[in-house]
């Protein structure tokens, strides 16, 4: 699959990754130390809280969740199919999540939770996007499953099985892309608090605008 995808894409993941490690960054510091970019805490979080019975909590985490599952939702929804083809609603699909992350700034700025689902809605939107046209491969906001997919490609070097080069500078991008935005999301929530949200919306409305004038170039 990754053969097939343009030398691009590449570039185009570690921005991503940069993106939803600042987006976490932010909610670790910032929602109670809850991730919002994937669901494993999350899901855990809800496991303690149904066992305490603490009915709030309990809610704010299923909130949480939906709203994940909410973005993935709206991704499967605008892009259809598998193949990564220019004209798609990628683009669309980012400026969206620009959008999403804006509204969570401006939410959580009030001390609303509604800000909590707006990131994590827009952190879903992103990752099922990626994996969309990646069949997978890609995963650029959580990295359980590339450290994983790394982990196997260095056991099977071991056996003599020869690396996938292309792959490999693949996940190291990845693995990069997510800490760097981690590192910037850090410094900008200390200087800007739920403002820093900002960076990452940027960075998503100009891929989004990078997408379509390159469709337009070379469609």
Same mark, same amino acid.
Do not use: K
């Given at each position: 699959?990754?053969?097939?995808?343009?030398?691009?894409?590449?570039?185009?993941?570690?921005?991503?990754?940069?993106?939803?490690?600042?987006?976490?960054?932010?909610?670790?510091?910032?929602?109670?130390?809850?991730?919002?970019?994937?669901?494993?805490?999350?899901?855990?979080?809800?496991?303690?809280?149904?066992?305490?019975?603490?009915?709030?909590?309990?809610?704010?985490?299923?909130?949480?969740?939906?709203?994940?599952?909410?973005?993935?939702?709206?991704?499967?929804?605008?892009?259809?199919?598998?193949?990564?083809?220019?004209?798609?609603?990628?683009? #669309?699909? @980012? *400026?969206?999540? !620009? +959008? &999403?992350?804006?509204? /969570?700034? %401006?939410?959580?700025?009030?001390?609303?939770?509604?800000?909590?689902?707006?990131?994590?809605?827009?952190?879903?939107?992103?990752?099922?996007?990626?994996?969309?046209?990646?069949?997978?491969?890609?995963?650029?906001?959580?990295?359980?499953?590339?450290?994983?997919?790394?982990?196997?490609?260095?056991?099977?070097?071991?056996?003599?099985?020869?690396?996938?080069?292309?792959?490999?500078?693949?996940?190291?991008?990845?693995?990069?892309?997510?800490?760097?935005?981690?590192?910037?999301?850090?410094?900008? #929530?200390? @200087? *800007?608090?739920? !403002? +820093? &949200?900002?960076?990452? /919306?940027? %960075?998503?409305?100009?891929?989004?605008?990078?997408?379509?004038?390159?469709?337009?170039?070379?469609?």
């Amino acid at each position: 699959m990754l053969a097939r995808l343009p030398p691009w894409v590449e570039f185009g993941a570690f921005l991503l990754a940069f993106l939803a490690g600042s987006v976490n960054a932010v909610g670790l510091l910032g929602f109670s130390h809850q991730s919002v970019s994937h669901l494993t805490g999350t899901s855990s979080l809800l496991g303690l809280a149904l066992a305490e019975l603490a009915l709030s909590d309990v809610l704010h985490l299923l909130f949480t969740l939906m709203s994940f599952l909410a973005g993935a939702t709206l991704s499967g929804l605008l892009i259809t199919s598998t193949a990564l083809r220019l004209g798609r609603h990628y683009g #669309f699909s @980012l *400026l969206i999540e !620009s +959008a &999403l992350l804006l509204l /969570a700034m %401006l939410f959580l700025q009030r001390g609303s939770d509604f800000g909590i689902y707006l990131a994590s809605m827009a952190c879903g939107l992103q990752n099922a996007m990626v994996t969309t046209y990646s069949g997978s491969i890609i995963r650029t906001t959580h990295l359980s499953g590339i450290f994983t997919d790394l982990g196997i490609m260095l056991g099977n070097r071991l056996r003599g099985i020869p690396l996938n080069g292309r792959r490999l500078l693949l996940f190291l991008l990845l693995i990069s892309g997510f800490i760097c935005g981690g590192v910037i999301g850090t410094l900008l #929530f200390r @200087l *800007l608090h739920f !403002s +820093a &949200l900002v960076a990452p /919306a940027i %960075l998503a409305a100009l891929l989004a605008a990078i997408y379509w004038g390159y469709s337009r170039q070379y469609r």
